[in-house]
């Protein structure tokens, strides 16, 4: 399963889930954990300066520290590269990270596995590593929780809702706001409603002209001095859910697209 989050992504695990989010493009965290008391998480921030082994051995430091007042055993392996810093450690459990620079410039990532044995997580965390990106497009990919779709670059997250029938993403650009929505359990959401009826409700458009293609319903509000709202509903039967676009924009360009959907 692919995560893709504020311009970069990797993959994971299907049924590791992220956690907590926190921070916005510039700064933030992001944690996943798996059904048996492991996790991935990350750390990024903006910084020219360099990878340090310095900053990788204050953090294991902290951790001897930790195991020491616990009376854990705590061993640990640092390999400097030239262009990154990669570390193991194990003590109660077995830990491994890097830090790195994904390209010349931009932010430095700090990527760490953490569980109860290495032989179940090496794997994880390698895979995690080789498919890491931070790809530089006309489109941005926003993965998460069943919710896959392509965005404009450079739009802010403005806020996330993760529940377990339910996630939702708001973006605001210079031309344009967009909603994106997952909604689990699509085959019982539509036993009784016609599937444009419910897409009107859920987006606040009850009287808008629906266009039902075999992509999915299209609904579009009417012409205000901001815009125009424009709404892509597409049922994914295979995942049975339902995802929503909403969009607000000024202009022909800014209009969402079929392709927006992963």
Not at 74 to 79: A, K, L
Not at 155 to 174: C, I, N, V, W, Y
Request: with cysteine; glycine share 8%; charged share 25%.
């Amino acid at each position: 399963m692919v995560f893709a989050w504020q311009g970069f992504c990797f993959e994971h695990p299907d049924d590791w889930l992220p956690v907590n989010l926190t921070g916005n493009r510039q700064e933030g965290y992001a944690r996943i954990s798996s059904p048996a008391d492991a996790l991935l998480q990350l750390r990024w921030k903006s910084s020219k300066g360099k990878p340090s082994a310095d900053a990788v051995g204050a953090y294991l430091d902290r951790l001897a520290k930790e195991a020491q007042r616990g009376k854990k055993p705590f061993e640990r392996r640092v390999e400097p590269e030239e262009s990154s810093v990669s570390y193991s450690y194990h003590s109660e459990n077995w830990g491994a990270g890097k830090l790195f620079r994904a390209t010349e410039e931009g932010r430095v990532y700090f990527v760490e596995i953490v569980g109860p044995s290495r032989s179940k997580l090496a794997d994880v965390f390698k895979r995690a590593l080789r498919t890491f990106a931070e790809p530089i497009e006309q489109q941005e990919r926003w993965s998460l929780l069943g919710l896959d779709v392509l965005l404009p670059s450079g739009m802010k997250l403005e806020s996330h809702e993760l529940k377990a029938g339910k996630t939702a993403l708001s973006f605001s650009g210079p031309r344009l706001k967009v909603q994106a929505q997952r909604w689990g359990f699509a085959e019982q959401l539509l036993q009784k409603h016609d599937f444009a009826d419910w897409a009107r409700a859920v987006s606040g458009l009850k009287s808008s002209k629906a266009t039902v293609t075999d992509e999915g319903v299209e609904l579009t509000g009417n012409r205000h001095l901001l815009g125009t709202v424009t709404v892509l509903a597409k049922h994914q039967t295979m995942q049975n859910q339902i995802t929503v676009l909403r969009v607000e924009g000024r202009g022909e360009a800014e209009k969402p697209q079929w392709s927006w959907f992963v």
